[in-house]
């Protein structure tokens, strides 16, 4: 991608196709520098580059001229589009949200198989107050345990006996605790579900949403073969959000999942730390997260700005945007706009925070709220004297956090869409068992997102303080719902052993041995004496090297 400039105008970036080096030695051609840049923090299996040309010609033909061209005699033809150059970035940023989705899989994968086996601390009282269990009638078999082996080799606890009670000084009875009982699995831990079961629900919400934009540039793709490209704005918009956000998301979760691992996740045998530093620069390449957030802000304004006039604009645009208004990307409208800042949640009961035409309205009351917001911000400071770039300036933060909310919102109306089977047909075929799994996922994502950003749905007091508690209590519910289904949600995603890599995400469940064995391959555990012990170690084992200093020291007296 290079500049192109005729008889001194520039045109902005276009590309172009150019041979780099000399086909018999792999020398660079006369006016071209070109190398490595160097080790990086990650990714190193591929070659980064450094390349500059000097007075480097290159024939017309080399140019990419499918929509913008260069005649022989030097004229230059606009494309029909003015931002139809976007479509080869949004092409590579739907491919890099694909991508997140497996990456946040293939870490859940690890962190849920590891955690649904490893086992740590007794937990008698813990298993009686989740599992809801009633008092043995058998004295004599105080502490029963039933084990089913999953697939996976997990252990689930079914059936526990509350132990015989014994009397106390004031002649009450509590349980007689047994020191010796089994310790618990650690995903059976609330603390370590609402870690890992959130993330599960969120790699399928962007699997839903990756499909959904894959598929809206398909349409982009037929449309623009009949020269019309009225999907441009919003797929460059969403697919810049979700690049940023998906991303964002992904090399977060990645850690949490190491964390999640305890001290064996951040050993290399886990795959965990290799995977954080090859998926770092994902936040990076392809735009930098922050500006992407921004150019879709800009986006929001206008389409605001638009909505503020009542939804009056051109005939053509006007045209083009009901035609686009159906492809499961958000449009404003005007009445709701109107309306939305004095708008109150409509929950009547905890039931209804599970309905999603609710759940959606949510999401959508707050990044149209924060949209209106920012636009009349930015109004207010123009007419008081400040230049327009001064007042977007003023209101970058906010732009990224609007962008970011209306981001969520694709995520989530694409996720609640896909279960109720509108606007897709991935799960036509679906069995009512699996759609109620799905179902306690969108719903786990929507509310845990909603509580873990409380501040903002409740910023203009959307939700009664009766409504937060609804919602929270809904989140423990759904944790103890999906938690029996994690082990099957992230086998769902089909990693190999060989793909993962990882001796704590083995389908088998066998870490310890793994760990074990590829220790035990170690060099350092097979040479002796170890390298440095005859020279440093020894010595100071045997007193030698005291000695020597003793004797270093009375030659200087």
């Given at each position: 991608?290079?500049?192109?400039?005729?008889?001194?105008?520039?045109?902005?970036?276009?590309?172009?196709?150019?041979?780099?080096?000399?086909?018999?030695?792999?020398?660079?051609?006369?006016?071209?520098?070109?190398?490595?840049?160097?080790?990086?923090?990650?990714?190193?299996?591929?070659?980064?580059?450094?390349?500059?040309?000097?007075?480097?010609?290159?024939?017309?033909?080399?140019?990419?001229?499918?929509?913008?061209?260069?005649?022989?005699?030097?004229?230059?033809?606009?494309?029909?589009?003015?931002?139809?150059?976007?479509?080869?970035?949004?092409?590579?940023?739907?491919?890099?949200?694909?991508?997140?989705?497996?990456?946040?899989?293939?870490?859940?994968?690890?962190?849920?198989?590891?955690?649904?086996?490893?086992?740590?601390?007794?937990?008698?009282?813990?298993h009686h107050l989740k599992n809801n269990l009633l008092v043995n009638p058998n004295p004599k078999k105080s502490h029963e345990v039933v084990n089913n082996q999953s697939p996976n080799a997990e252990k689930k606890n079914t059936d526990l006996t509350i132990p015989p009670t014994v009397p106390t000084q004031n002649n009450s009875s509590v349980p007689e605790l047994d020191i010796s009982f089994d310790e618990e699995v650690i995903l059976n831990y609330q603390t370590h579900q609402y870690k890992l079961l959130p993330l599960i629900a969120t790699t399928y919400a962007f699997h839903f949403t990756s499909t959904k934009i894959a598929q809206l540039l398909q349409t982009f793709d037929q449309q623009a073969k009949r020269g019309t490209f009225s999907l441009i704005p919003q797929l460059h918009a969403a697919s810049s959000g979700l690049k940023s956000l998906t991303t964002g998301v992904v090399c977060d979760a990645i850690e949490i999942c190491r964390q999640a691992c305890g001290g064996h996740g951040y050993s290399r045998f886990s795959a965990l730390p290799d995977q954080y530093a090859n998926y770092a620069p994902s936040a990076t390449y392809e735009g930098e997260n922050t500006v992407m957030m921004l150019q879709t802000s800009r986006f929001l304004l206008k389409q605001f700005a638009y909505a503020q006039q009542g939804g009056?604009?051109?005939?053509?645009?006007?045209?083009?945007?009901?035609?686009?208004?159906?492809?499961?990307?958000?449009?404003?409208?005007?009445?709701?706009?109107?309306?939305?800042?004095?708008?109150?949640?409509?929950?009547?009961?905890?039931?209804?925070?599970?309905?999603?035409?609710?759940?959606?309205?949510?999401?959508?009351?707050?990044?149209?709220?924060?949209?209106?917001?920012?636009?009349?911000?930015?109004?207010?400071?123009?007419?008081?004297?400040?230049?327009?770039?001064?007042?977007?300036?003023?209101?970058?933060?906010?732009q990224v956090r609007t962008a970011t909310a209306y981001t969520w919102y694709l995520v989530q109306m694409n996720f609640a869409n896909a279960v109720r089977r509108q606007d897709t047909n991935e799960l036509d075929s679906a069995s009512e068992s699996l759609i109620t799994v799905l179902r306690d996922l969108s719903n786990l994502f929507t509310l845990w997102h909603v509580e873990k950003n409380l501040g903002e749905f409740n910023e203009d007091g959307y939700l009664s303080r009766e409504q937060c508690g609804w919602i929270r209590t809904l989140v423990r519910g759904l944790l103890t719902k999906v938690r029996r289904q994690a082990v099957g949600l992230v086998d769902a995603f089909q990693f190999t052993d060989h793909f993962l890599n990882s001796a704590l995400g083995a389908y088998d469940g066998d870490y310890a041995t793994r760990m074990y064995q590829l220790a035990l391959q170690e060099p350092m555990n097979n040479v002796y004496p170890p390298v440095g012990y005859n020279e440093y170690i020894k010595p100071l084992l045997r007193g030698d090297i005291y000695d020597s200093?003793?004797?270093?020291?009375?030659?200087?007296?």
């Open positions: 991608m290079a500049r192109l400039i005729l008889k001194g105008k520039d045109y902005g970036v276009h590309a172009f196709i150019t041979q780099l080096r000399n086909l018999e030695d792999h020398r660079p051609l006369t006016g071209i520098t070109v190398g490595d840049i160097g080790p990086k923090f990650g990714f190193n299996t591929n070659d980064n580059g450094f390349l500059r040309f000097n007075s480097f010609e290159i024939p017309l033909e080399n140019m990419l001229m499918k929509y913008s061209q260069v005649t022989p005699d030097g004229q230059y033809k606009r494309p029909p589009h003015s931002k139809l150059s976007y479509g080869t970035m949004v092409r590579v940023r739907v491919g890099i949200i694909v991508e997140a989705t497996q990456e946040l899989g293939r870490a859940l994968t690890i962190a849920v198989r590891y955690s649904s086996v490893r086992k740590q601390f007794p937990t008698a009282v813990a009056k604009k051109k005939e053509r645009q006007a045209s083009e945007e009901s035609e686009s208004s159906t492809n499961g990307m958000a449009v404003f409208d005007p009445k709701f706009v109107a309306n939305v800042l004095q708008e109150k949640c409509s929950a009547k009961k905890i039931e209804d925070f599970l309905d999603p035409e609710l759940q959606i309205r949510m999401f959508c009351h707050r990044f149209v709220r924060m949209t209106a917001e920012v636009a009349l911000g930015i109004q207010e400071e123009t007419q008081n004297g400040a230049t327009m770039t001064v007042a977007l300036e003023n209101y970058k933060v906010a200093i003793s004797t270093t020291v009375d030659s200087k007296l």
